[in-house]
């Protein structure tokens, strides 16, 4: 933008007819304050732009159209001509200010400004005379607009609000003594009777909405937030060489390069941003902490099994996942370990996760094969919202077999390190994700004996941007061959390791088990025993005998050996009943129970039903279920079925 005498030189508007045609039909000037104003011992000789530009009024000649022009144009189009910087400038919501030089020395302000910052002398420095600019950072902006000529922004810069109402009032009080105080004109600019030259408009009607709004800023408290863009111009002044000096080629040392400070007011849009901000601040809170209420508040702790796990939720702009674990002890020693991820964010996906873990504890306690469980899942998951789809491994460790059976629907591969050290995974997926309907899941097994850790997890720990998620999947590989110690110091040296901080973009949830290698006095308290039974009448004398044998040499109390006679005859007595064989009685002890569990070839599971006083069967179950602990029955994989119970070993 240029400015020549201050009159803006807008596009596609010509100059004033006067300017084009007769330089010398101007009205005469007041003269300016040569003591006090901006034009006064301009720096090194150079004549300074005057604060205001100068106005005149149009001569008869101009103000009145001539006939011809009138009989040319039927109607009359309103021009810019007479238009002035001050007109423009001054009637604009917005903060303007104008500077030259290096030093930045004021030029002009306008009411806007004045009414923020209070009203500032015309040729000072803006170092000086303009304080806020310095405070904002803006005078380094500044000098590089000078020096490269382009224009640079800066976004919602805070204003304080003390600052404001302050320098408000303070104009507010200068404009109440400007209007008592006799005005001389000075084409544009102002000089009251005390000789003060104000770089601020003198406009009378400019000046009635501007002194509303100081009256009404010297109120404000709170902090304002504006967006300040400086733009280079060109003020005008002798031409080239008629001085006999020529224009430095450097932009900034030409003595009329100026910056046009253009400030906006985004105090209500920054506020409504950090509105929203608060608003999904709170709902991330609120999504969070049902996230962790869904969550287990403490992993049961099976007795051959050590167990931790890690949830993290996203940074603070993303929002909460629908990440989930769970630990599920199914008795006679096997555990239930499930992983899941729901995919969206957001209090929904939290609420679905609630409801798909909620289920999946159901479920578990029919002890059914892993597959039957994510087949069972995969149509709750369709009923309960058929646009979300979630990914899952459901896994079962048998201490008597030492391996971990799961299913996988769509989920990531489990990891495995065995005692040697090798790290494995799991093979691919055995079903889609939950929720897609119409697929048969199958189960698959992993070798998990003592000595070996397995690490269930989500996406969020291995899926990275402009990454494939193989290579996620290597680098956890990697980092747990070398991750030693406790489940929960694993857990945290996975997370280290692949660099997950409280800024990332994804929540994370880790599972870590491991099957320990006892020995020494632990392994005194983990003993097995079994009987292969033939069938006959034989087979419950046996069985009878063994088990009183096997208990007394764990040196159980005589009560508690009893109690597991009279259950292990039972039992055996029901399969032989109601079963086919083979049959097999087996005994375990751990650290914390007693086990005693009854296979045979038959699918059919018993019920605990209520005998009648004639009845001379049904009241094996029920007897069983009297004694002990817990008991339960449930399907073998190839064919038949378990049945078992459970004593608590008294502590101590």
Known sequence: MNFTRWSARLPGTQRRAAARTDRGTRHPQAPTASGTGAGAGARGGNPVPAARGERREPTAAESTPSTATRASSPEAHPTLDGLSVHDVLGQVPGLVAVVYGRDHCIAYVNDAYAAVFGPRDAGAPAREALPELAELGLLPLMDQVLRSGKPRTVKSRRVPGGYVAGAAAEAAREEAVREEEPVVALAGASVNGSGRHHASAARPAARTGSTVGLKAATGRKRDGYYTFTCSPIDLPGPEAGA????????????????????????????????????????????????????????????????????????????????????????GAGRTALVIGDVMGRGVRAAAVMGQLRTAVRAYARLDLPPHEVL???????????????????????????????????????????DPDGTVHRAAEPTGPPLGTGGWLHTSASLPLGPGSTAVLYTDGLVERRREDIDEG?????????????????????????????????????????????????DAELFHNAALELLGGVEAAPRARAFASGVLASWRFPTELRDLGVLAASELVANSLQHGTPPMRLRLRRTDRRLIIEVTDGDEQLPRRRRAEPADESGRGISIVATIASSWGSRRTPGGGKAVWCEFALPKG
């Open 473 to 521: 999947v290597a680098a956890l590989e990697q980092a747990l061959a070398g991750a030693t110690g406790t489940p929960q110091v694993v857990c945290d040296r996975l997370i280290r390791a692949l660099g997950v901080t409280a800024e990332h973009d994804d929540d994370v949830a880790v599972l870590v088990l491991q099957h320990p290698a006892r020995t020494g006095h």
């Open 243 to 330: 001085g006999g000096a020529a224009e430095p080629a450097d932009l900034a040392s030409r003595p009329h390069r100026g910056v046009l400070v253009f400030a906006t007011d985004v105090t209500d849009q920054v506020e409504a941003a950090e509105r929203l901000r608060a608003s999904e601040g709170r709902q991330r809170e609120a999504a969070v902490t049902l996230q962790h209420s869904l969550l287990p508040q403490e992993l049961e702790q099976p007795d051959d099994l050590r167990i931790a796990a890690t949830y993290l939720p996203g940074g603070t702009d993303a929002a909460v996942g629908g990440d989930w674990y769970d630990v599920i002890t199914l």
């Open 375 to 417: 087949q069972l899942l995969d149509g709750l998951a369709a009923e309960i919202d058929a646009s979300q789809i979630a990914t899952c491994v459901y896994a079962v460790h048998d201490p008597n077999e030492g391996r971990l059976v799961y299913a996988s629907a769509g989920h990531l591969p489990i990891v495995v390190r």
